[in-house]
């Protein structure tokens, strides 16, 4: 049987004459929400052509139990509900003028809270779902149970949110730096983060994006047409080009400062010798200078941060000492980027309720 998730509304259609469809906005029950002992009819419509109208027929008592906003609203004075509303088979209809998917995905979740789940936790699922696109149906149920108030299956989407755009470097590693799919969704998802009050999630959006940047900078055509930057308003566009330039200029620096800390103890440095050049320290200024010029080309820094830390750890020619330096040194550099993502994208760490917690 396919679950609720897997059958959009609608697709058991009435049928109807072309003449209808012309002249008429089409009706269609919901296929997965018509409950045959609901008393109320939530009615959506969606402007195609023809525009058409979706009846899920549904619960007061169970829209009433999530939402505090029906609950006010049943518990009016005695049927004036009832009395004041369009019928539809002897039932109240209660139009909702959102969007109709997003009326679908919400009140799915209210009669299925586990599909909400799904997606959580992240690192337990088979590799080719932790890379396919992110739902858009939390999006829906998200703006819904922040509009009408449901609080408890809001609480159960926020934690899937925040384990896609992470805000800490461990559960950002869990992803694998390979987000790219994620950077196209986040100017939907910053916008829904400042629209829905999940300040801990935009730090990671803007970088996804700051990176999407990297990886295809304007004027190239790629981004405006696969849609990454749609969506952001003025003041999300400076704050985006703002923070990529600080990323740049701070990892810029440091991969210089990395070497430079490195070598210069090096146990295997002749003192005896005035001017002698350990083969560490050899393989510490080749490496500056190719991390300089990969990096260019990088569309992610933490991610190539971590590749050279590997790498780095299976070097032969390194010597103990300056193998751990050096690994410890990038550890340390990543989760100082991490820290301070939100101050590079403008934001004030005191916002961000768990921002880094043990990074
Ligand atoms: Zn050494």
Known sequence: MASPQDIPPGTLERPSTENEIDKYVQTVESPDLWLEDGNIIIRTLSQGTPPRHTLYKVHKHV?????SA???LFNGPQGAFDVGSECHDGLPIMDLPDDPDDVSHFLKALYFPQETQRHKPIASLPMK???SPFPASYYGILRLTTKYDAQEIRNLVIPVLKAQWPSTLK?????????RGRSQRSSKVISLASSCSIPDILPFAFYALACRMRFSPPPS?????????????????????????RLDAIMRRELFAVTSNWTADCPLVDSQQPGHVSACQDIGY??????????IFVADPLYFLLRKQAELARHKDLCDHCRKHMTTSIGT??????????TYFGFKNDLLASWGDSV
């Open 171 to 179: 559960a950002y590693d869990l992803l694998l730096g390979e987000h």
């Open 129 to 131: 779902e932790r890379w």
């Open 70 to 72: 029906f609950a006010t």
């Open 63 to 67: 829209l009433a139990l999530h939402c």
């Open 221 to 245: 055509t790629a981004p405006h047409l696969d849609g990454s930057f749609t969506g952001l308003c003025p003041e999300d566009l400076c704050r985006l080009i703002t923070g990529l330039v």
């Open 286 to 295: 080749i490496w500056e200078d190719s991390a300089a010029k990969d990096y």
């Open 333 to 342: 550099l990543r989760e100082a980027l991490w820290k301070h993502l939100p």
